[in-house]
């Protein structure tokens, strides 16, 4: 079974920095591939960023290429997410997501419970 946990959302203001945390447990193949995904009120659930365990390659969308980076330790293993400059835009609940496949793609089977983002003007 897996578990993903986010921590680390809150309210901040434009322009502020915020790190996101996702740590996962269960079978370590599960977590070839990790990402984050936002949903905003009355939006669908987007793309955000994705690391992929095998080369290390990562992904992003261009709406936070450049703002955010996705990272993760492989000891535990704990994907982050830390995004910076950030824009009321970006407000949105955040979630972690995890697949046990290698092929780069932004398809996901296991998600979290999601963490609160505001960001402020």
């Known amino acids: 079974q897996v578990q993903l946990v986010e921590s680390g959302g809150g309210l901040v203001q434009a322009g502020d920095s915020l790190r996101l945390t996702c740590v996962f447990s269960g079978r370590t193949d599960f977590s070839r591939r990790m990402g984050w995904f936002r949903q905003a009120p009355g939006k669908e659930r987007e793309f955000v960023a994705a690391?992929?365990?095998?080369?290390?390659?990562?992904d992003y969308s261009d709406s936070v290429k450049g703002r955010f980076t996705i990272s993760r330790d492989n000891a535990k293993p704990t994907v982050y997410l830390e995004m910076n400059s950030l824009k009321p835009e970006d407000t949105a609940v955040y979630y972690c997501a995890a697949d046990n496949t290698i092929i780069a793609s932004r398809d996901f089977s296991y998600w979290g419970q999601g963490t609160q983002v505001t960001v402020s003007s």
């Open positions: 690391h992929r365990w095998i080369d290390g390659s990562t």
